[in-house]
């Protein structure tokens, strides 16, 4: 039979070190502890970090059965004994924790101990089972604290045993991750090269390797090649990470946790993510275009340092030079050898002319090499030096020109440009000129879009050219897109219904270049970032009814400009805009796990010391400080979100100060002294403000709020009408996100009541919609929820497979530092407490083998692979 009350829960999921001692006396020494636990990367387990609100001996006891490490801390005092008990606390901690938690005790010099205290030491010196050191002041403390901890990881945690007689299973897949991109075309000319990189990646030994050479070499070609071709050596998956977009190398960490799946929410620092989501997995991550963030070399070592399976595919026109890099120079295509005359045959033996003769036949399928066109484009591919890009470029206009007109043109502009730009390197230059040449062959109105189009980051869909190309004289965007994709200087893609555009990093180059030479280039720059403020105020109310999926895909798709739109107006100090601009596309930032990243952003609002109008700052403080006062609790935030209310309340802004208020009130009660009755008041506004909005979502959030105090407060009952509420009013919205989180709480408030058959199946309602929304978070949620119904059901295996997949998926993601709303925890402790413990762990770690869609389907019990049987 399962509990009855809500589990409380410790800070974090990651090990846990309890940390005993009086709390005044030696607070100091607490501080310090807490600082060495998290230098290594562990979890504090302490009273002042716990959750609120609950009695103060039921904290710790509960704390106590879920952590991994016991550290006792003794200076003077024995502490507090309550009415009713005979020891104090201090000792009462030593006593209950379990026998075969590993201690470590520290015993400070100097001074009288009151009596009790020195009889508990004493007892604990005699303790064959406990580690005890003496120490004088907090420094010395927190040193024998780190190394204490470091050897005792070294010596005891390894792996369960019976995890080893489960066996292993596959190595999780990287779920969620972004996957290399498909080739489009055969890769031509690079054998030898091609084996060399695949020979590097299958060698054990070998953990970074970098492709290095000249734009439009090919070096992304035959990156993307090799890592397909060893996917089976690394079982752990393969995920792409396009660096091009980033310009500043403080951000390539946030850039890879991205491309991984993982959620910032401002919960933990991305490097600590970053470790987590790789940490015992043999992987592969492909860098592309590392050149213009080469300074991020020493995160890039840092990952590789702390992640052992980790191997490392770079491209870059420079070396990383870093310790073990293999690097492998990319030079151009192989030429024809002309000395002996022109010959079909022996042209068609050289790299660069059977890539020119493919990419001729891709636009014109009768094309052939023959004895009359052979001379030309030998001539050709030897004025392009061999350069894929310039080739295909060249190529391209082999559509409508023959190769004898394609000479004569080069005769009169590449081979002119060549020696144009001085100072690059003369494969460089030669790129640079075949670009050139190209867009001499465009129409003035072509020549300007092509230009303008450099502005966007990642891709662009026809909308955005549109706006971006208002006011260039006789333009056609419809028709000189089409023209700019018929010369290779833009590519198109389907995405779903909609088309969307991109250019190689040269050709981009090139046009933000000619883009920089205009006057109007920072109006242009301005007019980028309006149109994506734009699209925030259109995509706003959608994203809380019917279309939120379409939307939330959209808005994903056009990421990196989201980014560069927000640093534009950040960096020209656009306060108001880039507030309005957060403000209206708050739910996909949240969905999509960028809140961390947001916070940031408003910080440089706040700390910018201009005067801010009323929306502006309530905007910058509200997201600051609502998703900050379970993280970093400090004085401001409680403060900071009243004045959020109180300034949105002053615009008339009644969905702002709602949503202030509800953050408010978590904030009270997650104080050391909580305020139930200001947190109630608070809740119950935001209620009616959103009401008076006609605000529904805001509605079904501010109701789930109010059933999850009620439900702390052990008022079952009243929570289960909350959600209830919630989830009529988000279906009455249509808004699936708002469906599955009211499911998830009506499952936990129906389990919680004993209504095991109801609450499986609302778990399972909310697993299957967070998998639509491809929200992560919520699937997690729904595999934990769905893991306490199989414990309370008596079903160990099923119990244990599902906790195993929930745990991968927080991990993966970045969300096992966030602040959870789920109580299976009380009830897998009874399984492990019983007889059934072997068999429950034995079922997790094969549930931590489950591929993200197979885990899924195991919670909604559909079949699945075998690796969950």
């Known amino acids: 039979m399962a509990p009855a009350g809500p589990a409380i829960r410790t800070p974090d999921q990651r090990l846990r070190v309890f940390v005993s001692s009086t709390l005044r006396e030696l607070a100091t020494e607490r501080r310090a502890v807490r600082a060495a636990i998290e230098q290594l990367h562990l979890a504090p387990v302490m009273f002042e970090l716990g959750a609120r609100p609950h009695p103060p001996r039921e904290l710790y006891r509960a704390y106590l059965a879920q952590s991994d490490i016991f550290v006792g801390l003794y200076g003077e005092r024995y502490g507090w004994v309550a009415p009713g008990e005979e020891i104090s606390g201090l000792e009462d901690e030593y006593r209950l924790a379990p026998p075969e938690l590993p201690k470590l005790v520290y015993f400070k010099e100097g001074g009288t101990r009151e009596p009790r205290l020195a009889e508990l030491i004493d007892r604990i010196r005699s303790d064959d089972r406990v580690s005890y050191a003496y120490f004088t002041d907090a420094d010395q403390l927190a040193e024998l604290v780190r190394g204490d901890l470091a050897t005792l990881l070294a010596e005891r945690f390894t792996l369960v045993t019976d995890a080893r007689e489960a066996g292993p299973g596959p190595p999780p897949s990287m779920d969620g991750a972004t996957p290399v991109p498909a080739a489009l075309t055969a890769i031509i000319g690079r054998d030898r090269e091609l084996d060399a990189v695949t020979g590097l990646l299958a060698d054990d030994d070998v953990r970074l390797v970098t492709i290095t050479g000249a734009g439009g070499i090919g070096k992304s070609r035959l990156a993307v090649e090799a890592a397909t071709r060893v996917t089976d050596v690394f079982p752990g998956g393969v995920a792409f990470v396009d660096l091009a977009p980033v310009s500043d ?53 840092s990952l590789l340092t702390d992640a052992p399976g980790l191997t490392i595919l770079a491209t870059s026109r420079i070396l990383l030079r870093l310790t073990g890099e293999h690097g492998i120079e990319l030079g151009p295509l192989a030429l ?32 052939e090499l023959t004895d009359e066109n052979v001379d030309d484009v030998e001539r050709i591919c030897i004025a392009l030096d061999g350069m894929p890009l310039a080739i295909e470029l060249a190529a391209a206009r082999a559509r409508v020109l023959t190769p004898a007109q394609l000479v004569a043109r080069f005769d009169r502009h590449v081979l002119e440009l060549g020696g144009g730009v001085r100072d690059l390197p003369e494969r460089q230059r030669s790129i640079r000129s075949t670009i050139e040449w190209s ?37 056609d965007v419809l028709d000189d897109l089409g023209a700019l994709v018929d010369g290779s200087l833009v590519r198109q893609q389907d995405r779903g219904d909609r088309a969307v555009f991109t250019m190689l990093t040269p050709v981009r180059e090139y046009a933000l270049a000619e883009l920089d030479r205009r006057p109007d280039a920072d109006e242009l720059r301005d007019r ?16 809380e009814g019917a279309a939120q999926l379409r939307w939330i895909e959209r808005l994903a798709d056009e990421a990196d400009n989201l980014r560069a739109a927000a640093r534009r107006l950040l960096d020209t100090r656009q306060w108001a805009l ?21 916070r940031e952003w408003m910080r440089e609002v706040l700390d910018s010391g201009d005067d801010l109008d009323a929306r502006t700052r309530a905007i910058a403080l509200y997201f600051t400080c609502a998703n900050a006062f379970w993280q970093d609790p400090h004085e401001d935030i409680v403060p900071g979100l009243a004045e959020s209310a109180r300034l949105f309340e002053q615009e008339g802004e009644r969905s702002g100060e709602a949503l202030a208020l509800i953050s408010l009130a978590l904030a009270v009660l997650a104080r050391p002294e909580p305020d139930t009755a200001r947190a109630g008041a608070a809740l119950h506004r935001s209620v009616e403000l959103f009401r008076e909005a006609g605000d529904t979502w805001g509605e079904a959030m501010s109701l789930v709020t109010i059933g999850r105090v009620q439900l702390f407060m052990r008022d079952l009952p009243g929570a289960l009408d909350r959600f209830g509420e919630s989830l009529t009013v988000a279906n009455r919205q ?15 408030a129906e389990l919680l009541l004993g209504d095991i058959a109801a609450a499986r199946g609302h778990f399972e309602q909310s697993l299957a919609g967070s998998a639509k929304l491809r929200h992560d978070e919520g699937v997690a949620y729904g595999l934990e929820g769905l893991t306490a119904v199989a414990a309370a059901a008596g079903d160990p295996v099923r119990s244990g497979t599902l906790l195993g997949a929930a745990e991968v998926v927080r991990e993966r993601t970045g ?9 299976h925890r009380q009830y897998v402790d009874v399984i492990l407490a019983g007889p059934d413990a072997h068999d429950f762990e034995a079922a997790r770690q094969r549930g931590r083998a489950l591929h993200a869609d197979d885990a899924v389907a195991y919670g909604l019990q559909r079949e699945v692979a075998d690796a969950a049987t």
């Open 249 to 301: 190398p403080a951000l390539v960490p946030g850039a890879i946790a991205a491309a991984l799946g993982i959620r910032d929410l401002g919960d933990g620092t991305i490097d600590e993510k970053l470790r987590m989501a790789v940490r015992g997995r043999r992987m592969l991550l492909l860098l592309d275009n590392v050149e213009q963030v080469v300074e991020a070399a020493p995160a890039i070592r």
């Open 336 to 367: 024809p050898d002309m000395r002996h005359g022109a010959s079909v045959a022996r042209a068609l033996g050289s790299a660069a002319v059977s890539l020119f003769v493919e990419r001729v036949r891709a636009a014109r399928p009768d094309f």
């Open 439 to 475: 867009t001499q062959l465009l129409r003035p109105p072509e020549r300007q879009l092509l230009a303008r189009l450099g502005l966007f980051s990642g891709g662009f869909t026809i909308d955005a050219a549109e706006w971006i190309a208002e006011g260039i004289p006789d333009a």
């Open 528 to 543: 980028h970032a309006r149109f994506y403020v734009r699209l925030g105020e259109q995509a706003e109310a959608e994203l």
């Open 578 to 598: 880039v507030t309005h601009f957060a403000w209206t596309l708050y739910l996909y930032w949240w969905i999509h796990g960028h809140l961390g990243e947001l």
């Open 734 to 748: 249509g808004d699936e996100l708002g469906e599955t989180i009211a499911l998830h709480h009506l499952g936990w």
């Open 815 to 823: 969300l096992y530092n966030a602040p959870s709303f789920t109580f």
